[in-house]
């Protein structure tokens, strides 16, 4: 009585707290780690409120032989734990769990299981990184080991490894695969930062493993290097520089041409640059002038009348010769003052000058002939050692010097009632004479044969004591000009211009080439005539003392070497081949040029 | 002076240095490449006048490619048991799921590590080579059953055919292995030749042909079971690095 009532106290106990039979379990999974064990876990339902037993029961395929699970304990709370026995591969085990309690059981669904599909190995072991430095830059290097279970070593299981790279403050992993090897270099890693690693594996067939715990590693600064990088671009920019070199070189002309384009070099006549660069602009200026130009004229002589004086001294002295002097004589009438007095004026103030000029007129320093009457002025009183017209080159080796005349237009007026008439006078030979004075400097001696031209223009009768004066020129002359004829006119010769070299080209008036010159005549200039090249170019000198001073350009050069003394007059000969020229510088060499003059 | 800095000459000679400079850098490059060693890659040359100049295959390289092949074969029994599984099966665990016996399961293989350990070399090499020829005539079955059915695409059957011509070959390479081993000593005499007789067809219990899913089933099971046993015959031979 008393146990019926305990039983029926405790059934009724039960009844009124309300438990119910077991609810349906649930095999959640089952794996194996090493293909060899496998674990199964399950999930129990309600309990229904009474403790309930679980229970795994298993057959293998084509077998009906009910096994019940070996181990509930190894792998923890509601699991089973197949050991090595227990375990057949390519077999599929049935697997039902079954939970009981005191009011009834319940039956999970049965699952089908090849040991070989479900395969997850252990996690990998010691995870190591390290930083390798090398010369391309540092690396981690992270290596591990196989989970202590896998049989890789029979070949039993072969696993594959994966590993995960991040910064902390990244969210997204690297996942590298590694392969079967048990190590990885991992690259390009940002400098002065840490870094998370994690690996894992998996058999060829089966399911990954779990990540490892995390591995910090700390990547050291660093500057990074591209050394192969570096060196193919020195490379590279080494040939284009070879090649651009060599293309230069080989058309540095035109390069030079586009880059530096020649510089305009100045075109002026007479300009010297080599004398420039030297930096004597003195020099180089000089060079430029052209002697006698412009015409300076002295005004004060130009508004000196002439005068002529004669004195019969003087006369006797001159008139030695015998065409002459009656020439000259002719020509002193006072009462033919107009008629060619002028230009044989000018031979008859030579005559009774006697050379007078070889005081020189130094006070003369115009190139010009305007102070002609002053130096004859001056000079009248100077002795004339019996200059004979017959032998211009006395013993005395003087040199005859015939003053010529010019006169600028202006005061041509005011010669009109005097005698003077401007003249142009033709350059004679130049004589061969040795004579230690000098003709005033600015005296040209000519001989004039015919002045034509000037007949009309000035109103002057030419001088026509040319035959005379042929004569006189030629006798006595030591050394006459080779091929020159006697009976070779004379002519009016005009400076043309002046060239570089300080050389005075004249050219005669009676050249058909030469264009007129209009009222230029007037302007009569000197010039002592230096030499003459060999083309029958005179070279004139600029004498402005006495003393024949070297302060001309280059060829002119005083052919005397004595300072003191006046230089010697050299007379040249001109070639004969050349009528054109004409040319005879009688005397000292004075040329009577006729330059142009402008109407100052 | 003039603006045009560029005659046409010029531009030539620039563009035509340009161009040389370009071929040489390309030059640098593939010189670069060719001075790292790890990027070398050597070829073996055939043989076709005898075994003097001949690059001969170890027994290593001839496991490493039974292997693979091995694997490739697997792999492709798997993708075409998944896809039978998706299409033509509900459930991965169905209750109305019925399979049969395979053929092969008269063939007695070891189904465990120790098992397989336990066999010889030559008895493993056996086992392996009964499994492939047992499976010849099932595979080009299956192949010509898929290409009928208008179920299966064009990439199915394909792949039925690859697997049964990679069993063949597979089983070809696995003669030419023990021939190998045979020569090498490592193989003593026992393993004897297939006979006709041990092939099999798949004839189920109830006289049924086995169907294409059952068929694939068992495939996919065989074939991994030949795998492992290479594996393992391959470490147990050739100790490496590998194993």
Same mark, same amino acid.
């Given at each position: 009585?008393?146990?019926?009532s305990i039983m029926y106290s405790k059934w009724a106990q039960y009844m009124f707290i309300g438990v119910s039979a077991p609810g349906k379990p649930k095999l959640t999974s089952c794996r194996s780690p090493e293909k060899e064990t496998f674990t199964c876990w399950w999930e129990p339902g309600e309990d229904g409120g009474l403790p309930t037993t679980y229970a795994l029961y298993y057959h293998l395929e084509n077998s009906e032989t009910?096994?019940?699970?070996?181990?509930?304990?190894?792998?923890?709370?509601?699991?089973?734990?197949?050991?090595?026995?227990?375990?057949?591969?390519?077999?599929?085990?049935?697997?039902?769990?079954?939970?009981?309690?005191?009011?009834?059981?319940?039956?999970?669904?049965?699952?089908?299981?090849?040991?070989?599909? $479900?395969?997850?190995?252990?996690?990998?072991?010691?995870?190591?990184?390290?930083?390798?430095?090398?010369?391309?830059?540092?690396?981690?290097?992270?290596?591990?080991?196989?989970?202590?279970?896998?049989?890789?070593?029979?070949?039993?299981?072969?696993?594959?490894?994966?590993?995960?790279?991040?910064?902390?403050?990244?969210?997204?992993?690297?996942e590298y695969n590694a392969g079967m090897q048990k190590y990885y270099n991992v690259f390009s890693l940002h400098p002065d930062t840490e870094f998370m690693v994690q690996v894992r594996c998996k058999p060829d067939h089966g399911f990954w493993s779990e990540w490892t715990q995390t591995t910090y590693i700390k990547m050291p600064d660093y500057i990074p290097r591209q050394r192969s990088l570096w060196i193919i671009i020195t490379i590279?920019?080494?040939?284009?520089?070879?090649?651009?070199?060599?293309?230069?070189?080989?058309?540095?002309?035109?390069?030079?041409?586009?880059?530096?384009?020649?510089?305009?070099?100045?075109?002026?006549?007479?300009?010297?640059?080599?004398?420039?660069?030297?930096?004597?602009?003195?020099? @180089?200026?000089?060079?430029?002038? $052209?002697?006698?130009?412009?015409?300076? $004229?002295?005004?004060?002589?130009?508004?000196?009348?002439?005068?002529?004086?004669?004195?019969?001294?003087?006369?006797?002295? @001159?008139?030695?010769?015998?065409?002459?002097?009656?020439?000259?004589?002719?020509?002193?009438?006072?009462?033919?003052?107009?008629?060619?007095?002028?230009?044989?004026?000018?031979?008859?103030?030579?005559?009774?000058?006697?050379?007078?000029?070889?005081?020189?007129?130094?006070?003369?320093?115009?190139?010009?002939?305007?102070?002609?009457?002053?130096?004859?002025?001056?000079?009248?009183?100077?002795?004339?050692?019996? =200059?004979?017209?017959?032998?211009?080159?006395?013993?005395?080796?003087?040199?005859?010097?015939?003053?010529?005349?010019?006169?600028?237009?202006?005061?041509?007026?005011?010669?009109?009632?005097?005698?003077?008439?401007?003249?142009?006078?033709?350059?004679?030979?130049?004589?061969?004479?040795?004579?230690?004075?000098?003709?005033?400097?600015?005296?040209?001696?000519?001989?004039?044969?015919?002045?034509?031209?000037?007949?009309?223009?000035?109103?002057?009768?030419?001088?026509?004591?040319?035959?005379?004066?042929?004569?006189?020129?030629?006798?006595?002359?030591?050394?006459?000009?080779?091929?020159?004829?006697?009976?070779?006119? =004379?002519?009016?010769?005009?400076?043309?211009?002046?060239?570089?070299?300080?050389?005075?080209?004249?050219?005669?008036?009676?050249?058909?080439?030469?264009?007129?010159?209009?009222?230029?005549?007037?302007?009569?200039?000197?010039?002592?005539?230096?030499?003459?090249?060999?083309?029958?170019?005179?070279?004139?000198?600029?004498?402005?003392?006495?003393?024949?001073?070297?302060?001309?350009?280059?060829?002119?050069?005083?052919?005397?070497?004595?300072?003191?003394?006046?230089?010697?007059?050299?007379?040249?000969?001109?070639?004969?081949? +050349?009528?054109?020229?004409?040319?005879? @510088? +009688?005397?000292?060499?004075?040329?009577?040029?006729?330059?142009? +003059?402008?109407?100052? | 002076?003039?603006?045009?800095?560029?005659?046409?000459?010029?531009?030539?000679?620039?563009?035509?240095?340009?161009?040389?400079?370009?071929?040489?850098?390309?030059?640098?490059?593939?010189?670069?490449?060719?001075?790292?060693?790890?990027?070398?890659?050597?070829?073996?040359?055939?043989?076709?006048?005898?075994?003097?100049?001949?690059?001969?295959?170890?027994?290593?390289?001839?496991?490493?490619?039974?292997?693979?092949?091995?694997?490739?074969?697997?792999?492709?029994?798997?993708?075409?048991?998944?896809?039978?599984?998706?299409?033509?099966?509900?459930?991965?665990?169905?209750?109305?799921?019925?399979?049969?016996?395979?053929?092969?399961?008269?063939?007695?293989?070891?189904n465990g590590k120790e098992n397989a350990q336990k066999l010889a070399r030559e008895e493993l090499t056996e086992v392996i080579l009964k499994l492939l020829m047992a499976w010849r005539d099932p595979l080009f079955q299956l192949h010509q059953s898929m290409a009928h059915q208008q179920d299966f695409n064009s990439f199915s059957s394909n792949k039925a055919l690859e697997m049964g011509d990679m069993t063949h070959e597979l089983r070809?390479?696995?003669?030419?292995?023990?021939?190998?081993?045979?020569?090498?000593?490592?193989?003593?005499?026992?393993?004897?030749?297939?006979?006709?007789?041990?092939?099999?067809?798949?004839?189920?219990?109830?006289?049924?042909?086995?169907?294409?899913?059952?068929?694939?089933?068992?495939?996919?099971?065989?074939?991994?079971?030949?795998?492992?046993?290479?594996?393992?015959?391959?470490?147990?031979?050739?100790?490496?690095?590998?194993?």
């Amino acid at each position: 009585m008393m146990l019926n009532s305990i039983m029926y106290s405790k059934w009724a106990q039960y009844m009124f707290i309300g438990v119910s039979a077991p609810g349906k379990p649930k095999l959640t999974s089952c794996r194996s780690p090493e293909k060899e064990t496998f674990t199964c876990w399950w999930e129990p339902g309600e309990d229904g409120g009474l403790p309930t037993t679980y229970a795994l029961y298993y057959h293998l395929e084509n077998s009906e032989t009910v096994y019940e699970c070996p181990d509930y304990k190894t792998a923890g709370n509601n699991s089973c734990f197949f050991n090595k026995n227990d375990t057949s591969l390519w077999v599929n085990y049935n697997i039902t769990v079954v939970a009981t309690n005191a009011l009834g059981k319940n039956i999970s669904e049965p699952v089908e299981v090849d040991v070989a599909y $479900i395969v997850q190995p252990n996690t990998p072991e010691n995870v190591t990184a390290v930083v390798v430095d090398e010369d391309q830059g540092p690396f981690v290097r992270v290596s591990w080991e196989k989970p202590r279970t896998a049989d890789t070593r029979s070949g039993w299981i072969t696993l594959l490894y994966q590993l995960r790279v991040k910064q902390q403050k990244d969210k997204e992993w690297e996942e590298y695969n590694a392969g079967m090897q048990k190590y990885y270099n991992v690259f390009s890693l940002h400098p002065d930062t840490e870094f998370m690693v994690q690996v894992r594996c998996k058999p060829d067939h089966g399911f990954w493993s779990e990540w490892t715990q995390t591995t910090y590693i700390k990547m050291p600064d660093y500057i990074p290097r591209q050394r192969s990088l570096w060196i193919i671009i020195t490379i590279f920019s080494v040939f284009i520089v070879l090649i651009l070199t060599w293309t230069l070189n080989v058309k540095r002309n035109s390069v030079k041409l586009c880059l530096l384009p020649p510089v305009p070099g100045p075109k002026i006549k007479g300009f010297d640059k080599q004398l420039l660069k030297s930096g004597k602009t003195e020099e @180089v200026f000089n060079s430029l002038v $052209i002697q006698g130009f412009p015409p300076t $004229i002295d005004y004060d002589d130009l508004l000196v009348e002439y005068l002529e004086v004669y004195d019969n001294e003087e006369q006797e002295l @001159v008139l030695d010769g015998k065409d002459l002097s009656e020439d000259c004589i002719k020509s002193k009438s006072p009462s033919d003052c107009d008629s060619g007095r002028g230009s044989c004026d000018s031979r008859t103030l030579l005559l009774e000058k006697c050379m007078v000029g070889r005081k020189g007129s130094g006070s003369d320093q115009h190139q010009y002939s305007q102070h002609g009457e002053t130096s004859w002025a001056s000079t009248e009183s100077s002795e004339c050692q019996g =200059l004979e017209p017959g032998s211009p080159e006395s013993s005395d080796g003087r040199v005859k010097t015939w003053p010529v005349v010019f006169s600028s237009p202006q005061p041509h007026h005011h010669y009109q009632a005097e005698t003077v008439k401007p003249v142009y006078h033709s350059v004679p030979e130049i004589l061969n004479h040795s004579s230690p004075h000098i003709m005033p400097t600015n005296y040209h001696h000519l001989h004039h044969q015919d002045i034509p031209q000037q007949e009309g223009r000035h109103g002057k009768p030419a001088c026509r004591h040319s035959q005379s004066y042929n004569h006189f020129n030629l006798d006595g002359l030591n050394t006459p000009a080779p091929g020159v004829s006697p009976s070779r006119s =004379l002519e009016y010769v005009e400076v043309q211009r002046v060239n570089p070299e300080n050389m005075l080209l004249l050219r005669p008036l009676s050249d058909p080439n030469r264009e007129p010159e209009g009222s230029d005549y007037a302007g009569e200039d000197y010039s002592k005539v230096k030499e003459v090249t060999s083309n029958n170019i005179l070279l004139l000198r600029r004498d402005t003392s006495h003393h024949c001073v070297d302060d001309y350009s280059q060829a002119s050069q005083c052919t005397t070497q004595q300072p003191p003394h006046p230089c010697k007059p050299v007379i040249y000969q001109s070639n004969s081949g +050349m009528p054109q020229e004409g040319m005879r @510088v +009688m005397g000292n060499g004075y040329v009577d040029s006729t330059v142009l +003059m402008p109407s100052y | 002076m003039s603006l045009t800095l560029c005659s046409p000459t010029l531009c030539l000679y620039f563009s035509l240095s340009l161009g040389l400079s370009l071929w040489a850098v390309a030059v640098l490059l593939v010189a670069l490449l060719c001075l790292d060693p790890h990027s070398r890659v050597s070829s073996a040359p055939i043989c076709t006048h005898g075994p003097s100049g001949c690059h001969v295959p170890s027994l290593a390289d001839l496991f490493d490619r039974v292997i693979q092949h091995s694997a490739r074969m697997h792999s492709l029994s798997n993708d075409l048991h998944s896809e039978f599984e998706q299409y033509f099966l509900p459930s991965k665990n169905s209750i109305g799921k019925i399979y049969r016996k395979c053929h092969t399961s008269s063939i007695l293989t070891p189904n465990g590590k120790e098992n397989a350990q336990k066999l010889a070399r030559e008895e493993l090499t056996e086992v392996i080579l009964k499994l492939l020829m047992a499976w010849r005539d099932p595979l080009f079955q299956l192949h010509q059953s898929m290409a009928h059915q208008q179920d299966f695409n064009s990439f199915s059957s394909n792949k039925a055919l690859e697997m049964g011509d990679m069993t063949h070959e597979l089983r070809k390479g696995v003669e030419k292995v023990a021939e190998k081993m045979r020569v090498l000593g490592m193989l003593g005499n026992s393993v004897t030749g297939l006979s006709p007789a041990e092939t099999m067809l798949p004839i189920s219990d109830s006289g049924e042909a086995m169907s294409n899913y059952e068929l694939l089933y068992c495939f996919r099971r065989d074939s991994n079971k030949v795998q492992n046993y290479l594996k393992i015959l391959k470490c147990r031979i050739i100790p490496e690095h590998d194993c």
